[in-house]
Nanobody, 121 residues
Framework: QVQLVESGGGSVQAGGSLRLSCTAS????????GGWFRQAPGKGREAVAT???????MYAESVKGRFTISKDNAKNTLYLEMNSLKPEDTAMYYC???????????????RGQGTQVTVSS
């Protein structure tokens, strides 16, 4: 059974940073695909970033240059480093994992319970 547990969300001021983590059990990231998507209240899902089994990554235009996705195979953990945060980044962030490429619709994979990120101006 696949379980994904996110952590690292919180409240920060604009310009601040957060690092989200997602630890997987029953699933190993090194041979699979991982990613993050977000959803703000009253809005649709938005793909944020994905990382393939070869380490290559994709990003939404809105986060390019500010967010970095990575994975630690030894810890079976996926990360999302978020810098220069903006109020429009406020959303629930979900990590995902699957055995297929996830971009541009990462929500098709297994997902965690989500972690809230709130950025104030």
């Amino acid at each position: 059974q696949v379980q994904l547990v996110e952590s690292g969300g919180g409240s920060v001021q604009a310009g601040g940073s957060l690092r989200l983590s997602c630890t997987a059990s029953g699933y190993t990231y090194y041979s699979t695909y991982g990613g993050w998507f977000r959803q703000a209240p009253g809005k649709g899902r938005e793909a944020v970033a994905t990382i393939d089994n070869d380490g290559s990554s994709m990003y939404a235009e809105s986060v390019k240059g500010r967010f970095t996705i990575s994975k630690d195979n030894a810890k079976n953990t996926l990360y999302l480093e978020m810098n220069s945060l903006k109020p429009e980044d406020t959303a629930m962030y979900y990590c995902v994992a699957d055995s297929r490429r996830l971009w541009p619709t990462p929500w098709i994979g297994y997902r965690g319970q989500g972690t809230q990120v709130t950025v104030s101006s």
